[in-house]
């Protein structure tokens, strides 16, 4: 075998195994549950997320990779002076502060690649009957 056939071979090869090293799990789906809300309102899905100025709601987030495997998960608001995200003390839970009336936008952010974007309203705490 030449040398100049050689090395063809091993840059084929090198190139399969680079391939398949940047093969790996993927993004799959976003879990919402456990979800705190208040008696004046609020909520948190993957559709919206609502919450009362001045009040904090709650929520357990996962999400999943394609190899069904929980992944690394950081939320950030795109306006912290709107609504504020923070980390809880139990792992996965986290808190949505409703700092003014608003909106803005929660980022997913999973291996670090934004998985989901959901809008988020803060309202005017309804008045007490």
């Known amino acids: 075998m030449s040398l100049g056939r050689l090395f063809r071979r091993m840059a084929v090869l090198g190139g399969l195994a680079l ?3 940047a093969c790996g799990p993927e993004y799959d789906r976003t879990e919402i549950t456990g979800v705190r809300k208040t008696q004046l309102g609020g ?4 559709q919206r997320i609502e919450v009362p ?3 904090v709601i709650k929520a357990h987030i996962v999400v999943w990779n ?5 992944m690394e998960l950081a939320v950030r608001s795109k306006d912290p002076s709107i609504i504020e995200v923070a ?3 139990n ?3 986290y808190a949505f502060l409703g700092k003014r009336r ?4 929660i980022e997913f952010v999973a291996d670090d690649t934004v998985v989901l974007t959901v809008e988020a309203n803060v309202t005017a705490q309804p008045a007490l009957p």
């Open 66 to 70: 394609d190899d069904n495997e929980q």
């Open 91 to 93: 792992e996965r839970d």
């Open 19 to 21: 391939s398949l090293a």
């Open 87 to 89: 980390g809880v003390v």
């Open 43 to 46: 909520d948190v899905s993957t």
């Open 53 to 55: 100025e001045g009040l």
């Open 102 to 105: 608003g909106r803005t936008e």
